[in-house]
């Protein structure tokens, strides 16, 4: 073997380690999946059958939807602001992504214990509001769909901004310049240029941020409580409480499945929106 022959060898061997971990990661999922089709022993469809026909099932598939839409469009909505001021301020650029990004430093269970802080029965908000006479008894915003919006919402603001941020830096500033030199406002110039140049990372925060929001388990065990559960949150009971790997691959196969169809539809919307700009 000669030198170049070593060499490719060599480099070859240092791809042994990543091969080892992506044999080890799709014989797990494999291992996994299959296991959704098996029951005592035998090829079965029975835990896919308990999904269907039972409507709480439905109601938990329902929420976790709507929920995790919900949370998308308010995280996009609340980013798309402070991403634009992190893109029109070149100078303090940098130190504003540090403080966007500072959440991340912190646990995911520890910002949410902040959150039951703030929105439990006797949190600051609700004290906050007693105090003004706005309410006479607490107002529930724990252990129900809207302590899980906001709770993920505020969890997945940063993927926003970052997705957003990094669309409008690929506009060239000659574009604003031409616009201002034909005589449009701002507004018109924002309207008729920025936006939908920003269209393409608005949708990657949107798919990003619903996919994150559709397998959240965290967040929805915390301030959702028992009853208002996720498709995650479900998952995490049929494998922590009752040991049933069968029933939790079944349920993730559904989420899976689930997932790629909202997809599909995202793209099928993002195509036509930016239709125009091909």
């Known amino acids: 073997m000669n030198s170049g022959e070593r060499l490719t060898f060599s480099k070859s061997l240092m791809l042994l380690p990543m091969l080892i971990i992506l044999a080890m990661f799709f014989i797990s999922v494999f291992t996994l999946f299959s296991s959704a089709f098996v029951d005592r022993g035998g090829f079965s469809l029975k835990y896919f059958q308990q999904i ?13 939807v709507l929920s995790s839409i919900t949370v998308a469009i308010l995280a996009v909505l609340f980013s798309y602001p402070i991403a634009l001021l992190l893109w029109r301020a070149n100078k303090w650029r940098n130190l504003l992504l540090i403080v966007v990004l500072v959440p991340w430093l912190v646990s995911l269970v520890v910002r949410t214990y902040g959150w039951i802080v703030l929105l439990g029965p006797k949190g600051f908000i609700n004290a906050f509001l007693g105090w003004l006479g706005v309410i006479d008894e607490p107002v529930k915003l724990m252990f129900n769909d809207t302590g899980i919006i906001i709770g993920l ?29 034909l005589g449009a406002s701002g507004f018109q110039t924002f309207r ?10 608005v949708f990657t925060a949107l798919m990003v941020l619903y996919l994150a929001s559709v397998g959240a388990i965290v967040t929805p065990l915390l301030l959702g409580g028992i009853t208002e559960k996720f498709v995650g949150s479900q998952i995490y009971q049929e494998v922590m409480a009752t040991y049933n790997m069968s029933k939790a691959a079944a349920w993730s196969i559904c989420l899976l499945s689930l997932s790629f169809v909202s997809l599909v539809i995202i793209k099928m919307i993002e195509r036509r929106a930016l239709r125009g700009q091909e």
């Open 52 to 64: 269907i026909d039972r409507p709480d099932y439905h109601i938990v598939f329902y929420r976790t």
């Open 153 to 181: 919402t505020h969890v997945l603001v940063p993927f926003a901004v970052i997705s957003i941020l990094s669309s409008l830096l690929s506009i060239e500033e000659n574009l604003e310049e031409a616009s201002r030199v």
């Open 192 to 201: 008729n240029i920025v936006l939908p140049l920003s269209l393409p990372g």
